[in-house]
């Protein structure tokens, strides 16, 4: 396989470079074999470790593993110290306070924390949570969830804000549901299936302002593939997540910019008074040593990472369209290089990637039965229901290789044109 230019031009460990394959032995688990030859094209999901970060990690796993929260003895004072120093790291990466930073497990938990407990803070005197319509789940299932249960004894409102056939919000539509009720609003800076930015953000900003609701941003996906998030635009609150970034997973952060009045949020997690009294929970040194030189390392690194991912994406563009006839979304479009949904017209993504077991992709959604069903977020932008069964994820990382890329299109076509054929024999 063709070297990776990016690691051997800017010093990115050859460890980082086909992991599965090459530096651990080969796996047989719960029946389960990594084929040969596999290619990982869902980095928009999770990134491997990066080895520098692992090496930051490696002490306060082994030798130094005491509890922070315990400051009776030299150790835990040394954990607690070293906690300390990665939230100051983090919080100067996105220029803010280090109080402003609470550490969470997941994306998905920094989330949930922040909508119930705005919705569970008995000083809350509004009632509305409203979000964009592509936002990621753990926000729409969140607010339907607090809608089920506090509608009715806690007024409760939630709201989508609707959103256009290229995926912006419209604001003329926004304008009216974000009003003095509104709570909080939810938007995305980059969208985790299709990668569009979304340029309405600093006009939802204005709205906020206006009505004094809150702007909460996902930037989940926007700091991992853009050099900064929430598209510049000043936030009140943020998602970010290390496991995007080549960190470990099992750590992320919700941002809680102090505003006047300020951000109230009722605890989810009660025990020990962590993270300011909002996340009781032992804390998990070495993840967030280790999600802190992930921060600074994407930082210092977006431009080129940047570029490698222009690099990748125009590679397998390139290669899949000599094969077989291809239908990109966000063609014509604001969006981050690296995650691209495509579809074959005719050809059911679900059975394309069960098909295609060598390139590891993604669909937008799957129950637990393996049947596909149709993305909430191609759904939202008026996509028609067989097209949107048709079409899957594929995002690009840094281990990644023109070569590999341009394998992966030819394996994906191939199989493509297979399930094609097969169809049009059963008629």
């Known amino acids: 396989m063709a070297k990776n230019n990016f690691i051997d031009n800017f010093m990115l460990p050859q460890q980082l470079m086909n992991t599965s394959k090459d530096n651990v032995p080969p796996l047989h688990f719960g029946g389960i074999t990594l084929p040969e030859n596999t290619i990982y094209l ?10 520098r970060v692992f090496q930051q990690m490696t002490p306060w796993m082994l030798g130094y593993f005491a509890n922070a929260a315990n ?30 930073i609470i550490f969470t497990s ?54 989508e804000l609707p959103v256009d056939k290229k995926g912006q919000i419209i604001t003329e539509s ?3 549901i974000i009003d003095k009720n509104t709570l909080c609003v939810c938007v995305m800076d980059v969208n985790n299936e299709t990668g569009i930015i979304q340029n309405e953000l600093s006009k939802i900003k204005e709205m ?12 989940s996906q926007g700091f991992a593939r853009a050099s900064q998030i929430a598209c510049g635009v000043d936030y009140d609150t943020a998602t970010i997540s290390a496991s995007k970034i080549y960190g ?4 992320a952060a919700l941002i809680v910019k102090k505003r006047r009045p300020r951000i109230r949020i009722e605890a989810q997690l009660t025990g020990g008074g962590h993270e300011n009294n909002i996340r009781s929970s032992t804390p998990n040194t070495a993840a967030i040593v280790g999600f802190a030189a992930a921060c600074q390392l994407q930082k210092e690194e977006a431009q080129l990472r940047i570029k490698h991912h222009k690099k990748m994406e125009l590679a397998f563009c390139n290669e899949i369209q000599k094969h077989i006839e291809t239908y990109f979304y966000a063609e014509n479009t604001h969006k981050v290089p690296g995650i691209l949904t495509l579809y074959f017209k005719g050809v059911n993504a679900m059975k394309l990637l069960e098909e295609s077991k060598t390139v590891c992709a993604s669909v937008g959604s799957a129950c637990k039965t393996l ?5 909430h977020v191609l759904v939202a932008m008026g996509i028609d229901l067989e097209n949107t069964l048709s079409s ?34 059963l008629l």
């Open 248 to 251: 470990p997973k099992g750590v």
């Open 106 to 159: 997941s994306a998905t938990e920094s989330n949930n924390l922040l909508l119930r407990g705005l919705v569970e803070n008995p000083l809350r005197k509004r009632n509305k949570i409203v979000y964009c319509a592509t936002e990621h789940s753990s926000i729409v299932a969140t607010a339907i969830t607090l809608f089920d249960h506090y509608s009715k004894i806690l007024g409760i409102e939630i709201q």
């Open 208 to 219: 906020c302002l206006n009505s004094g609701a809150i702007l909460h941003v996902d930037a």
């Open 174 to 176: 926004a304008e009216k």
């Open 392 to 425: 899957f994820r594929v995002s690009f990382g840094l281990t990644n290789s023109e070569e590999e890329v341009r394998e992966a299109a030819r394996r994906l076509a191939k199989t493509a044109k297979k399930l094609k054929e097969n169809s049009a024999t």
């Open 71 to 100: 400051r009776t003895h030299p150790m835990g004072e040394l954990t607690e110290h070293a906690i300390g120093l990665a939230r100051l790291n983090i919080a100067s990466v996105f220029e803010v306070a280090q109080d402003e």
């Open 42 to 51: 869902d980095f928009a999901s999770s990134t491997p470790l990066d080895i």
């Open 371 to 375: 049947q596909a069903t149709a993305s």
